[in-house]
């Protein structure tokens, strides 16, 4: 290793700092001191992580997890969209076929078999909140 012979200045603090810490990693000289403290510094440097480096890969990984969410989202309403067409059309066609002109709301008159309908649906729609719930505590 190449070294080069300085000559320098410390307060009073700095000095009793460089002479514990030789005394406590079993340094001869001033010099091999600074030596350590400096390259010590240098590879925590290294590691330092700039706020701006932590936000990116903070950004990077909230993008990715947000983007699978709002896949299971998307597919979950494009779903349900699907199902809606479908009793709309059927409905249409019921009201077509049987000539209904008017209709009576749920707020009106619910019918004994709306409400049971509506339970059903209530169930399953717990049961699969649950089996999700279980299927995510079991990873």
């Given at each position: 290793?190449n070294?080069?012979?300085?000559?320098?200045?410390?307060?009073?603090?700095?000095?009793?700092y460089?002479?514990?810490y030789?005394?406590?990693?079993?340094?001869?000289f001033?010099?091999?001191?600074?030596?350590d403290?400096?390259?010590?510094?240098?590879?925590?440097?290294?590691?330092?992580?700039?706020?701006?480096?932590?936000?990116?890969?903070?950004?990077?990984?909230?993008?990715?997890?947000?983007?699978?969410?709002?896949?299971?989202i998307?597919?979950?309403?494009?779903?349900?969209?699907?199902?809606?067409?479908?009793?709309l059309?059927?409905?249409?066609?019921?009201?077509?076929?049987?000539?209904?002109?008017?209709?009576?709301?749920?707020?009106?008159?619910?019918?004994?078999?709306i409400?049971?309908?509506?339970?059903?649906v209530?169930?399953?729609?717990?049961?699969?909140r649950?089996?999700?719930?279980?299927?995510?505590?079991?990873?």
């Amino acid at each position: 290793m190449n070294t080069k012979r300085r000559m320098i200045t410390l307060d009073e603090e700095t000095d009793q700092y460089l002479q514990y810490y030789m005394a406590e990693h079993k340094l001869r000289f001033p010099g091999e001191a600074i030596m350590d403290i400096c390259q010590k510094y240098r590879a925590e440097e290294k590691k330092e992580w700039s706020l701006e480096t932590i936000s990116e890969i903070v950004s990077h990984n909230l993008h990715d997890v947000l983007r699978e969410e709002l896949k299971k989202i998307r597919l979950g309403v494009n779903q349900t969209d699907k199902y809606a067409q479908v009793l709309l059309e059927l409905m249409n066609g019921l009201y077509f076929h049987e000539g209904y002109k008017g209709i009576i709301t749920t707020g009106t008159m619910e019918l004994d078999e709306i409400k049971y309908a509506r339970e059903e649906v209530e169930k399953r729609i717990q049961k699969q909140r649950q089996k999700r719930l279980s299927r995510k505590h079991l990873k």
